[in-house]
């Protein structure tokens, strides 16, 4: 079984349009996160979510909305989209801070083209 | 820039090589991680050290941590063709909670 599991795989879509990204954990983790990749590889965090509660929200703009329905379930949906919107967006979840330690693991990751 | 720093940003090595990767940071950490990324694929995580400690094992691998020097290094013994993927690591700054921050990672090739 898929421990992350994000959909779509694959999302093209028109300038302006919105589009949402869901992400499932079956690992029983209480935090979740959501991180944009850029076609240079950096990995950033955007948000994440303890327990359905938002914990860290980067510089993002408003147009990305995080959505946190029940802790194994954190949504991504973002109005308006730009072209600057490409990249890969992952989901990841862990444990938590047990021990100190912050271990994550990843979704495969959603190829979001903007044309 | 980023917290964590990857050097070289890419590497190709025949198989049966070692491979070494080097991370610098910033801030005062919890711990560092290192992750593999295959193309197309997600992160997925290798070995975490401490910052109490300096060398860990795992197969392998051989991650060192100069918390003096802000910096890491991975190596990869043996590499084998299967070992091809990106490296990032990732730093648990104090007092930053749950947060990591990765590098822009190191590409690395390993050639039949």
């Known amino acids: 079984d898929t421990a992350v599991s994000q959909t779509p795989k694959y999302l093209v879509t028109q300038m302006g349009n919105d589009k949402s990204i869901k992400c499932e954990q079956n690992?029983?983790?209480?935090?979740m996160y959501w991180y944009k990749q850029d076609s240079k590889k950096f990995l950033k965090i955007m948000f994440s979510?303890?327990?359905?509660?938002?914990?860290i929200n980067e510089t993002v703009p408003n147009r990305f909305s995080p959505k946190s329905p029940d802790k194994a379930h954190l949504n991504l949906h973002i109005n308006s989209l730009e072209l600057g919107d490409s990249a890969v967006y992952f989901c990841a979840s862990s444990q938590g801070l047990a021990g100190g330690v912050n271990i994550q693991y990843f979704g495969a990751g959603t190829r979001l083209s903007v044309l | 820039s980023q917290q964590g720093e990857e050097d070289p940003q890419a590497l190709s090595i025949q198989e049966g090589e070692n491979a070494t990767m080097n991370c610098s940071y910033k801030?005062?950490?919890?711990?560092l991680q290192w992750y593999r990324q295959n193309s197309g694929r997600g992160l997925v995580h290798l070995i975490l050290i401490r910052s109490n400690e300096r060398e860990k094992h795992s197969g392998r691998l051989r991650v060192t941590l100069d918390t003096s020097k802000k910096s890491s290094s991975l190596l990869i013994t043996a590499s084998r063709a299967a070992d091809t993927a990106s490296y990032f690591c990732a730093t648990a700054p104090q007092a930053a909670g749950n947060k990591l921050t990765f590098g822009g990672g190191t590409r690395v090739l390993v050639k039949p």
């Open positions: 979510y303890n327990n359905k509660e938002l914990i």
């Open positions: 690992l029983g983790h209480d935090t």
């Open positions: 801030t005062s950490i919890n711990n």
